[in-house]
């Protein structure tokens, strides 16, 4: 075929491809302009609502890129607060731990830059939240429950009538729950031990502070017990603070198992059994644990507690109102136990003697530190605590190493 001829028969072929690559061309660009921002009448709305799905599609990293693109591009949009709230949501939804910190710093900043929003309640409550699903065992670090606490108690306190008041108060009473079974734990190490003075101290201070306590009931027991025991030069017994102690017990535990020999110990001190609190029994005979959600997670029955030991969520089935609302104002630990104590002095010819004071006795302003929580015991120290009748003697000496376990089977 001539070469012309062949040229001229391409001609229509070549202007169709160009027609069709023209028009594909405009439809791509016609695509895109519908995305530009620049020809948007609202860009800041196109910008949020693409970090909605991002958020939505577990792409935080792009979201918060998009929110903080509005906020440094738009100052003044009306997507503003909304903009900050998504990047507190987007850390929170993403739920790793060092994005919870950064949730609960974010939720903090809406707060004190938006004070007046109508999501500011709702900021509040996963503020606190964001410390509430880091909870740890009570014999664990409780810097998480701690701070929970007082995040729900400003919820409580500054929005008291917000859609979020009532789980907020619940989850109160779980949380400090928590922080009350570590004090008890601690209370009843000194307990075991015949450490009367910082066992009393633990325990005066968790029964006042944690009126919800699901061993409050026993606290009050083991108080009793304590201020009945007597150590010459240490610790004097209190048959009047002991008969107090079982007295509340009868009076705001009714059905406690322990509200029967508490009665006995009254009668035996020569005090009146006082009558329940007609409330508190009503209380008490309707109470049912008010976190079901814990509950269900961690699993109920034998295989429930079986895999609850491995795991490190704590165990807040137990949690409920006993005697009311949770206290909303952290108290300042007692510093002295309320019964007298014996503090040792120096005598004259050189001896030492022992002066035996009370609490009003000491100057004002006086200090005695009890053991903090974790802290060992003198006995744990391997230092002796004098028996009954004995007095320690700074001249006495050391007491005998024991035996290893190989020594005593080859004594040589």
């Given at each position: 075929m001539h070469p012309k001829k062949?040229?001229?028969?391409?001609?229509?072929?070549?202007?169709?491809?160009?027609?069709a690559l023209v028009a594909t061309s405009g439809c791509h660009r016609h695509k895109h302009a519908d995305l530009d921002l620049a020809d948007s009448a609202e860009p800041d709305k196109i910008l949020y609502e693409r970090s909605l799905e991002d958020i939505k599609n577990k792409r935080f990293d792009v979201a918060r890129l998009t929110l903080q693109t509005l906020l440094n591009t738009y100052p003044d949009s009306e997507y503003l607060p909304d903009?900050?709230?998504?990047?507190?949501?987007?850390?929170?939804?993403?739920?790793?731990?060092?994005?919870?910190?950064?949730?609960?710093?974010?939720?903090?900043?809406?707060?004190?830059?938006?004070?007046?929003?109508?999501?500011?309640?709702?900021?509040?409550?996963?503020?606190?939240?964001?410390?509430?699903r880091r909870l740890e065992k009570p014999?664990?670090?409780?810097?998480?429950?701690?701070?929970?606490?007082?995040?729900?108690?400003?919820?409580?306190?500054?929005?008291?009538?917000?859609e979020y008041a009532g789980e907020g108060e619940r989850k109160l009473i779980a949380v400090q729950e928590i922080l009350a079974e570590g004090e008890f734990r601690v209370a009843n190490f000194y307990f075991k031990r015949e450490t009367w003075r910082?066992?009393?101290?633990?325990?005066?201070?968790?029964?006042?502070?944690?009126?919800?306590?699901?061993?409050?009931?026993?606290?009050?027991?083991?108080?009793?017990?304590?201020?009945?025991?007597?150590?010459?030069?240490?610790w004097i017994s209190n048959p009047k603070k002991?008969?107090?102690?079982?007295?509340?017990?009868?009076?705001?535990?009714?059905t406690s198992e322990y509200a029967e020999?508490?009665?006995?110990?009254?009668?035996?001190?020569?005090?009146?059994?006082?009558?329940?609190?007609?409330?508190?029994?009503?209380?008490?005979?309707?109470?049912?644990?008010?976190?079901e959600e814990m509950e269900d997670r961690q699993?109920?029955?034998?295989?429930?507690?079986?895999?609850?030991?491995?795991?490190?969520?704590?165990?807040?089935?137990?949690?409920?109102?006993?005697?009311?609302?949770?206290?909303?104002e952290s108290q300042e630990p007692q510093k002295l136990p309320p019964p007298p104590f014996a503090i040792r002095g120096q005598g004259?010819?050189?001896?030492?003697?022992?002066?035996?004071?009370?609490?009003?006795?000491?100057?004002?302003?006086?200090?005695?530190?009890?053991?903090?929580?974790?802290?060992?015991?003198?006995?744990?120290?391997?230092?002796?605590?004098?028996?009954?009748g004995e007095q320690a003697s700074p001249n006495a000496p050391p007491p005998p190493k024991k035996k290893s376990f190989w020594r005593k089977i080859i004594p040589w």
């Open positions: 062949m040229n001229m028969r391409c001609i229509p072929v070549l202007l169709l491809a160009g027609l903009a900050k709230l998504g990047i507190a949501d987007s850390y929170y939804q993403e739920g790793a731990a060092g994005a919870l910190t950064s949730a609960e710093v974010e939720y903090k900043d809406f707060i004190t830059f938006f004070p007046n929003h109508p999501q500011v309640a709702f900021a509040q409550y996963r503020a606190a939240m964001a410390n509430y014999d664990r670090d409780r810097t998480y429950a701690r701070r929970a606490e007082r995040e729900l108690q400003l919820l409580l306190l500054n929005y008291p009538d917000s910082a066992a009393a101290a633990r325990l005066v201070d968790l029964i006042d502070r944690y009126p919800n306590h699901s061993k409050r009931d026993q606290s009050l027991w083991m108080l009793g017990q304590a201020y009945e025991k007597e150590i010459p030069g240490f002991a008969a107090e102690a079982y007295a509340r017990l009868v009076r705001e535990h009714p020999p508490a009665k006995t110990e009254l009668a035996r001190l020569g005090q009146s059994v006082p009558e329940p609190d007609p409330v508190l029994l009503a209380r008490a005979q309707t109470v049912v644990p008010v976190n699993g109920r029955g034998l295989l429930g507690r079986l895999f609850g030991m491995f795991s490190g969520r704590p165990d807040i089935s137990n949690a409920a109102a006993r005697l009311g609302p949770p206290p909303l004259g010819g050189g001896g030492s003697s022992v002066a035996v004071q009370t609490v009003e006795d000491l100057p004002s302003g006086t200090v005695v530190k009890t053991p903090e929580a974790g802290e060992e015991p003198p006995e744990a120290k391997g230092e002796e605590k004098p028996t009954s």
